[in-house]
């Protein structure tokens, strides 16, 4: 009976080190792509609104080519035409962003400094807002609406 009672401290530890390890393993994410909780995937009809001191329409295509888990990727190939002159730039980039439930939110990168989007889906098509900020303090800002292009 005394060297059962010697032991019992050791099974003691050892049940707890097993609960530990069953309590780490919870904790425990895979790396491997995760299916999206949104479907962004494909080509999106972009267009939009600069607003500001200088006022120009924003038309082109947002193009998502990955997505894992909440985080995606793509491009913006957007052409800005001013209001005032009808002169018009090309700007594209690449895209970045998650999006969780039925928001979106990310930065394309269009010009010098990100342009950050935040915006709804509501079935095939996101409609937000815009946001930039220059290195020299200059703002930018504007509306989007993205619709989903046909198969």
């Not at 995937?41 to 193009?63: F, H, K, M, P």
């Amino acid at each position: 009976m005394s060297r059962a009672r010697s032991l019992w401290p050791v099974a003691r530890a050892v049940l707890r080190s097993f609960a530990c390890l069953a309590g780490f393993a919870g904790c425990l994410r895979s790396t491997e792509a995760q299916p999206s909780q949104l479907e962004l995937t494909g080509d999106w009809i972009y267009s939009g609104v600069q607003a500001g001191a200088v006022r120009e329409n924003l038309a082109g295509q947002l193009r998502i080519t990955s997505v894992s888990g909440t985080s995606f990727q793509g491009r913006l190939d957007i052409v800005g035409t001013n209001e005032a002159t009808g002169e018009s730039r090309v700007m594209s980039g690449l895209v970045s962003g998650t999006g969780q439930s039925d928001i979106v939110d990310f930065d394309a990168h269009v010009e010098t400094t990100a342009r950050r989007h935040v915006g709804q889906v509501v079935a095939d098509t996101i409609t937000g807002t815009w946001v930039a900020s220059s290195p020299g303090g200059a703002m930018s800002s504007g509306t989007f609406r993205a619709e989903r292009a046909s198969p």
